[in-house]
């Protein structure tokens, strides 16, 4: 990371969701990179502690907080004990996903994984926001990330997750519009196919998966954690201090048109 990479978050409390794996974990690292103290939560508990311990050894300000999303007092509890030990939340990046690598089909698909991905990905998004409100409200400032995804603009499976992922983009832009006028901004990171431990049961079956999916991707390859993390610092930073409501796509370009049809086309 050079210095031209960097977005000075020094002061800053980050409240990170999902964040003992993936994504989450690479986030919060690089959020604690950026000068923020970060509250790792995770219903992993063992993970955020980790994780934790891992930053506060390299000279970090960081705690880990066992959360899980759908539990309002567990949500409650783990904002306090960020405010109580950094001061309030200054960022919230609501990140938390339940992991369903291989979704069943739509008609297949038992209500209950409906439920579930709505109540962690919206819900949860929601008790969290409804969490850091007030304090955002009474100091007249504050940042929210929501990690949306590619799914939530286009069929590329998982169809419960694609609706939630879909719905917290609404979220993303009602917290803008409503917040706004208390300083508060709110957007979206919208990642393609990120390389996590999430791939890991198609990486099994297929070593080369990311290999075949690259080739839907103009920039010729499958994002990493990192290139979502960089896209949440530079949000949650003074160098957007005028953008909200909006969604930053971080997907190698796989929105922006079907490379491997218009090779077809024009007969290359």
């Given at each position: 990371?050079?210095?031209?990479?960097?977005?000075?978050?020094?002061?800053?409390?980050?409240?990170?969701?999902?964040?003992?794996?993936?994504?989450?974990?690479?986030?919060?690292?690089?959020?604690?990179?950026?000068?923020?103290?970060?509250?790792?939560?995770?219903?992993?508990?063992?993970?955020?502690?980790?994780?934790?311990?891992?930053?506060?050894?390299?000279?970090?300000?960081?705690?880990?907080?066992?959360?899980?999303?759908?539990?309002?007092?567990?949500?409650?509890?783990?904002?306090?004990?960020?405010?109580?030990?950094?001061?309030?939340?200054?960022?919230?990046?609501?990140?938390?996903?339940?992991?369903?690598?291989?979704?069943?089909?739509?008609?297949?698909?038992?209500?209950?994984?409906?439920?579930?991905?709505?109540?962690?990905?919206?819900?949860?998004?929601?008790?969290?926001?409804?969490?850091?409100?007030?304090?955002?409200?009474?100091?007249?400032?504050?940042?929210?990330?929501?990690?949306?995804?590619?799914?939530?603009?286009?069929?590329?499976?998982?169809?419960?997750?694609?609706?939630?992922?879909?719905?917290?983009?609404?979220?993303?832009?009602?917290?803008?519009?409503?917040?706004?006028?208390?300083?508060?901004?709110?957007?979206?990171?919208?990642?393609?196919?990120?390389?996590?431990?999430?791939?890991?049961?198609?990486?099994?079956?297929?070593?080369?998966?990311?290999d075949a999916l690259a080739q839907w991707y103009p920039l010729g390859r499958v994002g990493e954690p990192d290139d979502v993390a960089a896209s949440v610092c530079f949000l949650a930073s003074g160098s957007a201090a005028w953008i909200t409501g909006s969604v930053l796509t971080?997907?190698?370009?796989?929105?922006?048109?079907?490379?491997?049809?218009?090779?077809?086309?024009?007969g290359s």
């Amino acid at each position: 990371m050079t210095a031209a990479d960097r977005f000075d978050l020094t002061g800053k409390v980050a409240l990170i969701t999902g964040a003992a794996g993936g994504i989450g974990r690479v986030t919060a690292t690089r959020l604690a990179r950026e000068g923020a103290s970060v509250v790792v939560t995770d219903i992993d508990e063992r993970g955020c502690k980790d994780l934790a311990g891992e930053l506060t050894a390299q000279g970090h300000r960081a705690l880990g907080v066992a959360m899980d999303v759908t539990d309002n007092a567990g949500v409650a509890t783990a904002v306090a004990t960020a405010a109580s030990t950094f001061g309030p939340v200054d960022l919230l990046v609501n990140n938390a996903i339940v992991a369903c690598p291989i979704p069943p089909k739509l008609h297949e698909a038992p209500t209950s994984l409906w439920d579930t991905d709505l109540d962690v990905i919206v819900k949860g998004a929601v008790r969290c926001c409804q969490s850091v409100l007030p304090s955002m409200m009474a100091r007249r400032t504050g940042v929210i990330v929501n990690l949306v995804s590619v799914n939530a603009f286009a069929f590329y499976g998982h169809p419960s997750y694609s609706a939630a992922k879909a719905a917290l983009v609404s979220f993303t832009r009602s917290l803008a519009v409503e917040y706004g006028p208390y300083g508060i901004r709110a957007n979206a990171v919208n990642p393609g196919t990120i390389r996590t431990a999430a791939w890991a049961e198609q990486e099994a079956k297929d070593s080369t998966v990311f290999d075949a999916l690259a080739q839907w991707y103009p920039l010729g390859r499958v994002g990493e954690p990192d290139d979502v993390a960089a896209s949440v610092c530079f949000l949650a930073s003074g160098s957007a201090a005028w953008i909200t409501g909006s969604v930053l796509t971080v997907d190698g370009g796989l929105t922006a048109g079907n490379p491997v049809m218009a090779r077809s086309v024009e007969g290359s």
